[in-house]
């Protein structure tokens, strides 16, 4: 920490420690920005690249900006961020770790059928779980001028339907009737804004039928077969 | 007198050193936030998730937003420590003028949300971003009204030793909230379309 007494002999050499740190900070912040703009990476590579541009960018603004390790009694400084720091690690990383790992383990059926889905695990110690291996053929359903077409899509399993919302307005597909209210292979409701798409993956056989919660008169159905 | 100005230095250290452990443990406030949104950013009940909702061009500007303002606090604290009112003055006033654009930035996002719908209430994930992103915003808030006040003596008073002390300070405080947004934009923002 540099003291708050001037030193005029020292000025020029700050004030190229603030450009430096800005531009350092600049690239640190484009780079990772147009990494993710332009899809040139995804999933885990993506995050563990963008948060490591994070800590570059934090250790460039502590030492040009706050001049930490400057100054006279500088030491303890240090040693306060230090710490602080580790405890930060072993708050976030702790959290982290235990909560997903409940959320793997320790879940309800809904859940559990929704994880074994979304990362296909198709079998658990030998058994088969139903959830689905690869993607096979897409379907749509869009939903426009208050209408859903078609109005009965039928299906393969492991096929993956999309809805379409193609009105000014946002929707909300929930499966049942608007009396009675059931789940498709974990799910209870499924947002699409105007203009969006949901695909969900049809890992569950049988006739369901879907509804418009926001807007009832948006119906409709789908019939998942077994193709073996 | 140079006995006067060692023990002037030392108290100065001192209260810097106050400060910041205090800066410290607000980090700390942050990472438990951030720890939350981290469990609970997938918790939507079949709502919308962060890639359908946050604009990356925005929380581009308003990283750029920040990142030059916590420069230009930078050379205020510069300028302060030479005793050049005026220049100092300009620095800040150009800082204040860049917090403030930021957060009618972050202000415009939730009001957004909010008229869509995107509430508070609506889910775990809208909960933590709110409550991470609004924290870091009353933090901006409070920084651009102390930067306000500390002006307003410079202007009335001039620069003293004290009041390069309270900017010196002030100045630590905004690098920090600027390191806060950094984490802020890396995982709620880009982190959603990862």
Redesign the interface.
Known sequence: ?S??????EN?QK??SS?VV??IL??IF?FT??LL??NHYI???A??IT??T??MA??LV??IF??HLGR???AR??VY??V??FI??LI??VG??VI??NLHNNATTLDQTRKIIDSEGIYQVSGELTGACQGRHTNHQIVIKAGKSSPILTIAAKCDTLTFVNKDAV?G?IMFGTRTKQTTYAG?????V?KD?TKTISLSETGTFKFYDSLRPVVSGSFAVVDDK | MVNH?AH??AA??RV??GF??YL??D??VF??L???Y??LHGN?????AGR?LFS?PLA?QE??LL??S??TC??GL?AA???KKWQTLICFGITFLLGALFLSLEMKEFTEFIR??QTLQLNAFLSSFFVLVGTHGLHITSGLLWMAITMAYILKRGLN?PL??KL?LLS?FW??L??VW??I???VY??A??
């Open positions: 920490m003291t708050i007494a001037p030193h005029d000025e700050t004030v603030y740190g800005f900070s600049l912040t990772p920005y993710v703009v995804s999933g885990r993506l995050l963008i948060l541009f994070a960018q934090l603004q502590v900006f706050l100054g006279a009694n303890w400084n306060f961020f710490g602080t405890a930060m708050v976030v959290s982290v909560i997903s946002d909300q799910l209870d409701k499924l947002a804004r969006h | 100005k002037q230095a100065d250290d810097m050193f910041w452990v410290m443990t980090l700390l990472s438990v951030f720890a939350v981290a469990v939507t009940v079949g709502g919308d359908d990356l581009l990283t750029i990142l030059t916590s420069f930078g050379l510069l420590r030479s005793y869509e719908g030793a390069v002390r010196a630590l690098h920090f600027d390191i950094i984490f934009f890396t995982i880009l982190g379309y990862s």
